[in-house]
């Protein structure tokens, strides 16, 4: 646990950066470089002085930046000449197996001048030689496989590091889009949405008291009602009302009302109890992944029937979404590109699920998505 305390400094430290928290930010670069150094990670300390260099020189502490990128670069140049010494070792050994060699063939040519004196002599001293040569040799391959497999584990943590880095700022970005949603829609309704109510209230009672009145308080209390309408619409789409007060399963059956029309039905069936409710950031996150796809459906697919269905199974949620579109070859797409699925799968991933995709040409497209409940 000590070796990897300053890599978990490091990676908080750029996350803190990253979200803008700068006193912990700073905190965490000096903590992983305090723990760095005090279990002799030179690799772990040059990384950390490079990203506190970064960091550093983003906040314009210009002085400080170039300190910690000479602490790197010094860094760097000592591993790379503790690198140049083990070649050159492993170079000595080359030359020592050399020396042997000459050994054995001045020992061969002495052994056929005394061939017919010391002939039992010779033979027993071959064998030492060559048992000794084998060890060696041994010795030397096993060395190798060692150095490969040290290196090939430098590399595997070097990718766990950076894998790291990247859920952390896909899950920043996905709670910092669902914190900025429910603050905008708040604000529309207990702000916005309450000051326009209280207008039209005003406005109401001065219509009651006035019996002739301008066209212009009349236009002005239609575009007031219209304001309210459109605010109140907006803030049911960031977080819908019904998803709050009644949960994720009656949330989707409205979903799947709200989007049939008369070319597109979607069709929903769910086996678990319509009152059951999850933790709110639960249903919230499923909420709007489902909602995407549907969107991804009607924009996309071409479709006249879709299939909306929920099932619970060991402790975990399962739901299919099928529909008979023009499909696509899934050989041939990307994830990275394209329908938003790429950002589907990220918040999946977010929840410790999984998400598959089934599709061909002209026989429609399948969508099966299994999250634990306790995510």
């Not at 916005?192 to 009672?205: D, E, F, P, Q, T």
């Not at 909306?308 to 949620?317: G, K, P, T």
């Amino acid at each position: 646990m000590e070796t990897t305390a300053a890599v978990t400094n490091m990676l908080n430290g750029m996350y803190y950066s990253y979200i803008k928290d700068n006193p912990k930010a700073d905190y965490n670069f000096k903590k992983g470089i305090e723990n760095a150094i005090k279990y002799d990670e030179k690799t772990d300390l040059s990384y950390i002085y490079q990203e506190y260099s970064k960091f550093l020189s983003k906040n314009k502490n210009f002085e400080a930046a170039y300190k910690n990128l000479s602490s790197f670069q010094q860094l760097n140049d000592e591993i790379n000449l503790q690198d140049k010494a083990k070649k050159a070792k492993i170079a000595g050994i080359n030359l020592e197996i050399d020396e042997y060699k000459r050994e054995i063939d001045k020992m061969g040519i002495e052994s056929k001048k005394r061939e017919k004196l010391f002939h039992s002599e010779s033979a027993r001293k071959n064998k030492m030689t060559t048992i000794i040569l084998s060890l060696f040799l041994i010795s030397l391959i096993l060395f190798y496989f060692f150095y490969q497999n040290t290196k090939l584990k430098q590399k595997n943590r070097i990718k766990d590091i950076q894998n790291k880095i990247n859920q952390n700022l896909i899950n920043a970005t996905i709670d910092g889009q669902e914190n900025e949603r429910k603050k905008i829609a708040l604000f529309l309704h207990d702000t916005i949405s309450a000051s326009l109510s209280s207008a039209g209230m005003h406005l109401n009672v001065f219509l009651s008291q006035h019996s002739s009145l301008p066209a212009e308080i009349t236009k002005t209390k239609l575009i007031l009602d219209e304001t309210h309408d459109k605010v109140r619409d907006l803030s049911h789409d960031l977080i819908p009302t019904l998803l709050a007060r009644f949960g994720l399963l009656y949330a989707l059956d409205d979903l799947c009302e709200k989007y049939s029309n008369s070319t597109l039905h979607f069709e929903y069936q769910n086996t678990i109890p319509i009152k059951k409710r999850y933790t709110e950031k639960f249903e919230t996150r499923l909420y709007f992944i489902i909602s995407e796809l549907l969107n991804n459906i009607i924009k996309h697919s071409d479709a006249s029937k879709a299939l909306v269905c929920l099932i619970e199974n060991h402790n975990e949620m399962i739901i299919e979404i099928t529909d008979n579109g023009k499909g696509f070859d899934i050989n041939k797409f990307n994830f990275v590109e394209g329908f938003g699925l790429h950002q589907i799968k990220a918040r999946i991933n977010n929840l410790n699920g999984q998400f598959d995709v089934k599709s061909k040409i002209n026989e429609g497209t399948s969508i099966n998505i299994s999250v634990p409940l306790n995510s």
